[in-house]
């Protein structure tokens, strides 16, 4: 019973998609999240932009790049979220060690 749940909470994460914008910080990425929603009364489409820190183990991604997050433990005072695949990259980097190799978002183990 106990699995169950464990899988449940798990696929229960948020996940979202966003630019990277910084890299500077070391195992650390800021990541703009656009939103879009149509206003109720001008009906007009208005963009907010939302950005945290996720945790990027391989310390590969660069900045440009659109990634795919995914909420984790709390790993510092402002890191919530965990990278979990770089969907696509402006550089010619290899990302090596992602957060399932890390074990951060519950992917499953390698022995």
């Given at each position: ?7 449940l ?12 914008v ?8 800021v ?9 109720p009364i ?5 963009k907010t ?23 984790s ?9 965990a ?8 550089g ?20």
């Amino acid at each position: 019973m106990a699995e169950i749940t464990t899988q449940l909470e798990r696929s229960a994460r948020k996940v979202r998609e966003g630019l990277v914008v910084s890299d500077k910080m070391d195992k650390t990425v800021v990541v703009a999240i656009e939103n879009r929603k149509l206003h109720p009364i001008y009906k007009k489409v208005v963009k907010t932009t939302k950005k945290i820190m996720a945790h990027d183990e391989s310390n590969a991604i660069v900045e440009g790049a659109l990634v795919r997050v995914v909420e984790s433990k709390p790993l510092s005072r402002h890191k919530r979220w965990a990278v979990e695949a770089v969907i696509e990259s402006t550089g010619a980097v290899q990302v090596g060690q992602l957060a399932d190799e890390a074990g951060l978002t519950g992917g499953t183990d390698e022995a």
